[in-house]
């Protein structure tokens, strides 16, 4: 069965910059998993790698500088002349789309330095970038499909084209970008993993609900040590590290 990793949004304004995560509620810092990644990278067979990248125009409707450039549909609980970071507001944008957005800090504007993958983080050869997030009017966080589902990124046919069958996802947030990630490639058929110590999150409520819903929908949460044997165990059940599988199944031990 063939396999790919997926990184996703490794990106300077998440790690340091803007957007740390670090300064977030939860208070992961995102600079530890540089290194997982790179040894996830290094030192398992994978038959397909993808890095994303959120990659703003700088007129971007996630940006709280911007909420009052775009008018309030009249479901916003939140003025958009008062909004904060992290609050959701709702927005009508072209004649009347209702479109629910959470506020960000300004973050991965195109073609500056928030914008860049990790210094320290390598790129495999042969790999593609995706970048996503490119529409002014809406967000896309995960990386097949921005936030209303209405235009979808190259991934799947790229993943199709190399006859990719599982799909494991790591990086940056795991409750934003990651879970948003694992829900379309769950969705779309693909064995899908969430590599947990190779992610850091943005909430810690969210983060948990997020993990917890991934298992019930089937999605194999492991650990970068686990990697290699659900590589090559291919197919057969991989225990967590709660000794149960995520769909809540005792391993199978013939
Ligand atoms: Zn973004």
Redesign the pocket.
């Known amino acids: 069965m063939k396999s790919a990793l997926v990184v996703v949004d490794m990106q300077n304004d998440f790690l340091s910059g803007s957007l740390a995560l670090k300064e977030c509620p939860a208070h992961e810092n995102g600079e530890e998993i540089v290194e997982v990644i790179n040894s996830l990278l290094e030192n398992s067979e994978w038959d397909f790698i993808a890095y994303t990248q959120?990659w703003?125009p700088s007129d971007?409707i996630?940006f709280v500088t911007n909420a009052k450039k775009f008018k309030q549909h009249v479901d916003s609980t939140v003025n958009v002349d008062e909004a904060e970071v992290y609050q959701k507001v709702v927005f009508s944008v072209d004649n009347g789309i209702r479109r629910e957005q959470v506020l960000?800090p300004v973050?991965?504007v195109q073609d500056t330095w928030g914008a860049q993958l990790h210094k320290d983080l390598h790129i495999a050869k042969g790999s593609v970038m995706i970048k996503k997030?490119i529409n002014s009017k809406l967000?896309s966080y995960s990386a097949f499909y921005d936030n209303d589902e209405v235009h979808e990124t190259d991934l799947r046919g790229i993943l199709k084209t190399n006859g990719i069958q599982r799909v494991f996802v790591c990086g940056v947030a795991t409750d934003v970008c990651v879970a948003y990630t694992v829900k379309d490639s769950k969705k779309l058929g693909f064995e899908t993993y969430l590599i947990e110590d190779a992610c850091r999150g943005v909430h810690h409520g969210e983060i948990s609900k997020c993990k917890t819903k991934m298992r019930l929908d089937g999605v194999h949460c492991i650990t970068s040590q686990e990697v290699q044997l659900a590589l090559v165990t291919d197919g057969k059940p991989i225990r967590n590290v709660k000794g149960v599988n995520c769909n809540g199944e005792r391993p199978n031990t013939n």
Do not use: E
């Open positions: 959120d703003h971007h996630s960000w973050h991965c997030g967000d």
